[in-house]
């Protein structure tokens, strides 16, 4: 066997690679320098990647109220259940449009992808959700509204189509129904895909606020990104009005503060599903 050989194009090419990870990595680091640094060292010296003083103050301001763990229970637990739900949901879809024998499927599908290009609006929107589904200040307002994603749906249903059918018809002639095959053989060669699909989700849930901003009014339904954003928008008004207040409150540290409360999970997250995304966005996108 030929030995692999390491050439200056390979090196050229890690050193690359190597600068442009460590590029995306210095804003990230220069966040958490501002977060812990005090605030009047910011407004005289700007940002910089070791604070002239440390502080914590922005930190103690976000969580000085039991409401922010609150939001975080409430994001999270939305986060893992809508999640659950759409993934379910959307698998079934999927696979539903890919299967040949199905009667009408082409059909659904477009009833399906229609808002992707069409919608009817927030208005009519708002009133389903209220006045008929009865949604407003329940947890569900912050699942049920957008658990189902078009887009998702068709990555799905192409990397099924992916999938050789001779699988599923030898099932069939064992004796296999429809959810024994889609359950015991179908799921397990999809986990790619799923979790792409699984990952898209869970950011949707995660970064979501417009559900809290329409549709609920209850702080203790509040998500963690609605509250941040309550936070940020209520400091830019005192520092506008007040020259007291601007004076003691943190509103430069505040803000990276907020960024990386909101985006640890996320970071926690991704590593354990980005051996499955590229594979499963390829497939799933580039399938007739």
């Given amino acids: 066997m030929k030995k692999n050989k390491f050439g200056w194009l390979d090196i050229f090419i890690y050193l690359v690679f190597i600068i442009f990870s460590l590029v995306t990595l210095v804003p990230f680091i220069l966040a958490i320098m501002v977060s812990i640094s005090d605030e009047r060292s910011i407004v005289l010296n700007g940002y910089k990647f070791i604070p002239d003083l440390f502080s914590l103050d922005a930190y103690k301001i976000i969580f000085q109220d039991s409401i922010v763990t609150n939001a975080y ?54 009133i389903v959700v209220t006045n008929y589904l009865h949604l407003k200040n329940t947890i569900w307002a912050l ?6 994603n078009p887009f998702n749906i068709f990555l799905l249903r192409n990397y099924y189509k992916s999938i050789s059918p001779a699988l599923s018809e030898s099932a069939e002639i064992d004796g296999a129904g429809p959810w024994f095959i889609f359950y015991k053989i179908i799921t397990p060669l999809s986990m790619p895909i799923l979790a792409t699909v699984g990952l898209f989700s869970s950011l949707s849930y995660w970064n979501d606020f417009t559900m809290s901003l329409w549709l609920i009014d209850d702080r203790k339904l509040f998500s963690v990104q609605f509250l941040l954003y309550r936070i940020n928008s209520m400091i830019a008004y005192m520092s506008q009005h007040s020259n007291v207040a601007s004076a003691r409150m943190p509103s430069e540290t505040i803000v990276f503060a907020m960024f990386l409360i909101t985006i640890g999970p996320i970071i926690l997250v991704y590593p354990y599903v980005q051996k499955y995304f590229v594979k499963g966005i390829m497939v799933g996108s580039i399938k007739g």
């Fill in 73 to 126: 229970k409430i994001t999270i637990i939305v986060t893992i259940v809508g999640t659950f739900i759409s993934l379910i949901l959307s698998s079934l879809l999927g696979y539903m449009m890919s299967v040949q024998k199905v009667k009408y499927r082409n059909i659904i599908a477009l009833i399906i992808f229609i808002p992707i290009v069409f919608s009817a609006g927030l208005v009519p929107w708002y």
């Fill in 143 to 148: 699942i049920l509204p957008i658990v189902i």
